[in-house]
């Protein structure tokens, strides 16, 4: 099987999903394709309230009806527990479900039906009658804090160079609630067998799923497994365990039946978070050669009533751009909404939205062009940590951008460039940044008799491609083709993995999949040395080799040795087995010596039809700095898809909640509009191919979200060059731009 050498180069390349014939024959099964004998199915039952108490719920009628197995209110589920600060586990609703009487958003969850049938469930639950006593609740979108502002970074003194400075930029930006919309809904299948649960999980992070659901469930570790193998995306909405899936457990366990529960688009609005509204000041100084001398951002979000997570808006400030005088400041109002979650690119999206809107007004008030601007203000180091980059090439990303692009053909005058048919372009630009860590993450590499090879570890794939960049990095270390690569993940009966989110994962996969990968092979290497009959027998296990899958002396080329799998055979055996383990980023030795981050930058043409109101964006060019890709076409697919979700945010989303009840008012897809095919442009995608080995060896550092940072921020940049319109709060409207000096 392993006769035929494997010389491809597995990293770098542009490979196709090893998984994609599962997804297109229908074979991979996600979280609510599940089906067990005797399923039973959950519906849980929303307040209507935002602010208030629950005085009477009324089940009798419910509990009556046909099919119906159970209606569970907090006087019959049983106890629920909260999660422990040093268990290792997170929720973003540390309030477990039906714990009080108080109602703090509209749509929590008040009582939970479970029936024979979904449709049954759905006439049940519809029939349970709640009265409240209810007061007025705050979903105002406006910000002040509730404590004073708290300095996040802070170095020389910003506000008196900005008090001195001739040249000044005071702005304030906003960004909406946006809600997640993966087209997998959030979904628990729960089993319970008297002693052990078994769960079925939309989730990023099953490691952590574990803990949480074992923590609040009052069980053993042991006694949970949680099973993701497959996830229809979940950008941050489904890294950590919502109430649904609790309630799912609970009723498995106290029916002893199985339990199904998804959530419907409607509760997607108001039950597993949001990306929180921001409000951000942003004042900069600078000298006419457009070097900064001061850097100001204050910003402020919106949290829950009973939760706190924080929307680190000022997490790339500090870092970005070199200036002498910079302070950062953060604070948070609470509101009678649910708790907010993280979106993609969380805190670093709405922050580098506001940051990079500033520094194109600068650009403009200044009469230089934004990608010099943005060259004369890059730093040596990162002046926040005093510490060297570990490899930053944005400057690369710029000028072979801009290149690319043709930004040297831009005419800045606003409303200057017109197309063919008369519409009138504009072109943008914004920089974008994101952090790049390693999580703990083990990993079993098993090298099989029959010549192939199975990686396991208890991570996750939620869409990004980690099936096949995780087969890729076993195939490179082993020799082995792809086809004959086996990849397990979601299941935490696995070696722990890290979780599918902060675009970590890859990145943290890479030492423990290549020590694995390492181990494995130096087991199959023992086989020869004594394996009966082998031509190595008597040799040193430093003498040999393991490459392109067979077992050589080194120093000769892979073609004079023998494929690995004969001397299994020859020992009867059917596998050896390798372990790998690395630690978290901020375990390592040089930890704090290396500011370590991903860069790029966006380049965005938008056309303006002022006769018919009607803004497109054309085409996107973006450049990425995010170390060594390994792989070319999961790595495009992943900033082109971010790209698409940044046309989004800057053009249509925006959670709208009625002031009188706090329920989302465009709580549906008819009505929360997002990106389609229709509104995607060509996007041209590169990568600066810039290894940065601090981080792990082959030098790959995380892209998910990165591709959505700045974005936003380049579209308004372009619709301003378009029509003289300014848009400083999302999304852009049309309204607005029909004030547009632009016209003719």
């Not at 993280?342 to 403009?364: K, N, Q, T, Y």
Request: net charge negative; charged share 20%.
């Amino acid at each position: 099987m392993s006769d035929t050498l494997q010389t491809e180069p597995f990293i770098g390349g542009a490979f196709p999903r090893v998984e994609g014939p599962y997804k297109l024959t229908g074979l991979a099964r996600y979280t609510s394709d599940h089906d067990f004998e005797g399923m039973l199915y959950a519906v849980p039952v929303c307040a209507t309230i935002a602010n208030g108490r629950l005085r009477a719920l009324h089940t009798e009628a419910a509990a009556a009806m046909p099919g119906v197995h159970m209606v569970y209110t907090r006087d019959n589920i049983g106890r629920f527990y909260r999660v422990a600060a040093d268990a290792g586990a997170k929720v973003d609703e540390t309030r477990p479900p039906f714990e009080d009487d108080v109602i703090r958003y509209y749509g929590q969850y008040v009582a939970l039906v479970v029936a024979d049938t979904y449709e049954q469930a759905v006439a049940a639950a519809a029939a349970v009658r709640a009265e409240y006593d209810a007061s007025a609740p705050d979903v105002s979108m406006r910000l002040a804090p509730d404590d004073p502002p708290k300095v996040e970074d802070e170095r020389g003194d910003a506000a008196a160079e900005f008090a001195r400075a001739q040249i000044r930029l005071d702005r304030t930006y906003t960004t909406p609630i946006e809600t997640h919309n993966p087209i997998e809904l959030h979904a628990s299948v729960a089993l319970y067998d008297g002693q052990s649960f078994t769960l079925y999980e939309t989730t990023q992070a099953i490691q952590n799923h574990k803990r949480a659901m074992a923590q609040m469930l009052g069980v053993p570790e042991d006694r949970v497994r949680v099973v993701t193998e497959h996830l229809g995306s979940g950008f941050g909405g489904k890294l950590w365990p919502w109430p649904h899936a609790l309630l799912a457990a609970a009723a498995a366990r106290n029916l002893r039946r199985p339990v199904k529960l998804v959530v419907d688009r409607r509760m997607m609005f108001h039950n597993v978070g949001h990306r929180a509204n921001t409000q951000q000041r942003v004042r900069l100084s600078a000298r006419p050669d457009g070097r900064l001398t001061s850097l100001q951002h204050d910003y402020l979000y919106h949290v829950a009533q009973a939760e706190f997570m924080k929307e680190n808006c000022g997490e790339a400030t500090p870092y970005l751009y070199s200036t002498p005088n910079l302070r950062v400041t953060s604070g948070s109002a609470r509101r009678h909404l649910a708790p907010n979650t993280s979106m993609r690119g969380p805190g670093a999206v709405p922050g580098l939205f506001a940051l990079e809107s500033a520094m194109d007004e600068l650009a403009i008030q200044l009469g230089i062009d934004p990608v010099e601007l943005r060259l004369r203000n890059e730093p040596g180091i990162d002046e926040s940590e005093n510490v060297p980059f570990s490899s930053r090439h944005m400057r690369e990303c710029l000028q072979q951008g801009a290149e690319v692009f043709g930004w040297g053909r831009r005419d800045p005058r606003v409303g200057s460039m017109r197309r063919a048919d008369g519409a009138v372009l504009g072109w943008g630009m914004a920089s974008c940044s994101w952090m790049a860590k390693r999580q703990p993450a083990e990993v079993s590499v098993q090298l099989n008799a029959d010549g192939t090879a199975r990686v396991a570890t208890g991570s996750q794939d939620i869409g990004t491609g980690t099936y096949t960049v995780v087969a890729q990095m076993a195939a490179q270390a082993c020799g082995l083709p792809l086809d004959r690569i086996q990849v397990v993940l979601g299941d935490t009966t696995l070696p722990p993995g890290p979780l599918s989110g902060g675009s970590m994962a890859t990145g943290s996969l890479v030492p423990a999949v290549l020590a694995a990968a390492r181990e494995a092979t130096r087991h199959a290497i023992d086989c020869a040395l004594r394996a009966p009959g082998s031509r190595f027998a008597g040799a040193k296990a430093e003498e040999l080799a393991f490459s392109a899958g067979r077992i050589h002396r080194r120093g000769e080329p892979p073609s004079s040795g023998e494929p690995f799998e004969r001397f299994l055979q020859a020992e009867r055996i059917s596998h050896v087995t390798g372990h790998g383990r690395s630690d978290s980023s901020d375990a390592d030795p040089d930890a704090g010596k290396y500011s370590i981050h991903s860069y790029g930058a966006h380049f965005v043409e938008v056309a303006w039809e002022p006769a018919i109101a009607r803004l497109r964006v054309e085409r996107v060019v973006t450049f990425i700095d995010a170390g060594k890709v390994i792989n070319l076409r999961t790595g495009r697919n992943q900033i082109e898809g971010a790209v698409v979700m940044g046309i989004g945010m800057a053009m249509f989303e925006q959670t709208h909640y009625d002031a009188r009840n706090g329920a989302p008012v465009n709580g549906n897809l008819a009505d929360y509009l997002v990106a389609t095919h229709a509104d995607a442009p060509p996007i041209d995608v590169h990568f600066i191919d810039a290894p940065d080995t601090k981080l792990n060896e082959l030098g790959a550092r995380g892209i998910g979200e990165i591709g959505l940072a700045g974005f936003a921020a380049a579209v308004t940049a372009a619709v301003h060059h378009a029509t003289g319109v300014r848009v400083r709060d999302l999304p852009v409207r049309i309204e607005d731009l029909l004030m547009a000096p632009v016209h003719a």
